[in-house]
């Protein structure tokens, strides 16, 4: 059970707030000594427990040389220079004023635009924080001023911006294609779909409220101090961002590309990107930069943090135990997957999808070997599942960034009841993948 409680112990450790990478490799050397002590007992000499304690890590240079070394995770410093520049470029301004202009008349043609635009940015940005924060900014109080609900508002916001996670090219899916060696690429192409799909069920869900209950989503004009464009503006401010995306995204599709290398034509595009608008200069370039390497030696930290962690976890035995435990489930296969995806889910709601995928994955990966899961349906079904850690009550972060921009008006209950409609969504997306994964191709 050592391998069982040191789980728990830095679960305990992350709710409380210490630092992902350093608890996972503090906790992973404090459970490894006293592994060592109870593996030797019931003669445990200092010598031999140091002994065993060194041999149990001698493992580890080889497997920071190997996360150093790994292609695939190339992509993600890339893809987020990307996002942070072309967030620095006001795209996201653009692209509500836009929107805005063509769904503004529409009963809740502000939220609409609002998804719209969410899930131009998931598929350009990919960075969740910069887009709530934009949208909160730009179109929260638009849809205020107008009568807009405040739930509908704040939770349409919220869940725009984490379209990020499961709509390609996502942070997520490199990570989860590195966990499950599966190509980038394959992964990209299956969650397509699915991302599509939670966009129209959203769209649908405004439009039905909209129908409804006119008062919470009336039809509007845009906001008088905005920026009326003209519809060439508008096609200025569409047309650069889908070209990239199409040019990221299909050169992986059509095979002409890997993800690594289309990444580096994204970071590449979005530097051309802001010049056009012009909005490039070296300090941007400089603040991109900074930015990328301080959240990709974050990601990476966690990374070594977590290899150490697993490492403890296997010595102990801790990992034939859980395999054990869910290979007996009852119903086998649907057992298993119930479980999984409602265990994934309640740990959304306190950690963040980082240390998911890096710590509880790879548990429950080789036991979804042995029953013989299709390894691509499962990889979109956390994706899917992971996606509502930024959403879910008390730790999304979404929520937080939301309120740091919000209008004292606008109350954390109101964050909060806003996005349990969205969240019920992702579930029913998520349940129809399970039920009838032919439907995405995930057969």
Not at 152 to 165: D, E
Request: net charge negative.
């Amino acid at each position: 059970m050592t391998g069982i409680i040191m789980f728990f112990a830095a679960l305990l450790l992350l709710i409380i707030g210490y630092p992902v990478a350093f608890t996972f490799g503090a906790v992973a050397m404090l459970f490894g000594a006293i592994g060592a002590f109870i593996e030797l007992l019931p003669d445990p000499s200092l010598a031999a427990v140091a002994e065993e304690f060194f041999l149990m890590f001698s493992m580890m240079p080889f497997r920071i040389y190997s996360i150093m070394t790994n292609t695939i995770l190339m992509a993600v410093p890339l893809f987020i220079l990307m996002g942070i520049v072309l967030q620095k470029s006001d795209l996201a301004e653009r692209l509500l004023e836009s929107m805005g202009l063509l769904f503004g008349r529409v009963r809740g043609g502000v939220a609409i635009s609002t998804v719209m635009v969410g899930t131009l940015l998931a598929a350009s940005t990919g960075v969740v924080g910069a887009s709530v924060v934009a949208m909160g900014v730009i179109s929260l109080p638009v849809m205020l001023k107008y009568g807009y609900s405040k739930r509908l508002a704040t939770g349409t916001i919220c869940a725009s911006g984490t379209l990020g996670q499961i709509i390609p090219p996502s942070i997520v899916l490199i990570i989860l294609g590195d966990v499950f060696q599966l190509p980038v690429g394959d992964l990209f192409k299956a969650a397509l779909l699915p991302g599509m799909v939670l966009v129209g069920c959203y769209i649908l869900y405004i439009l039905v409220t909209a129908f409804l209950n006119p008062e919470t989503a009336p039809s509007v004009m845009l906001h008088d101090q905005m920026k009326k464009p003209s519809i060439g503006e508008a096609l200025f401010a569409i047309i650069p961002p889908m070209t990239l995306i199409i040019l990221v995204l299909g050169s992986i599709f059509a095979g002409v590309a890997t993800p690594t290398e289309s990444a580096a034509v994204g970071a590449l595009g979005s530097m051309i990107l802001a010049a056009m608008y012009k909005k490039l200069n070296w300090q941007i370039v400089q603040e991109s930069c900074m930015e990328t390497v301080k959240i990709t030696a974050m990601v990476f930290a966690i990374l070594i943090g977590a290899t150490a962690f697993s490492m403890v976890f296997v010595y102990t035995g801790a990992d034939t135990l859980v395999e054990t435990f869910m290979t007996g489930l009852p119903g086998e296969k649907w057992g298993f997957l119930i479980l999984s995806m409602l265990t994934i889910m309640v740990l959304g709601f306190f950690i963040d999808f980082i240390e998911i995928s890096y710590i509880v994955v790879p548990i429950l990966l080789p036991i979804a070997d042995i029953i013989g899961l299709n390894p691509m349906w499962f990889a979109i079904l956390i994706a899917m599942n992971l996606q509502t850690s930024f959403l879910t009550p008390p730790f999304g972060f979404s929520l937080f960034y939301l309120k740091g921009v919000c209008p004292p008006e606008v109350k954390t209950t109101d964050i909060y009841r806003g996005v349990i409609p969205f969240i019920l969504i992702q579930i029913l997306v998520l349940a129809s993948i399970v039920i009838f994964p032919g439907l995405y191709g995930l057969q």
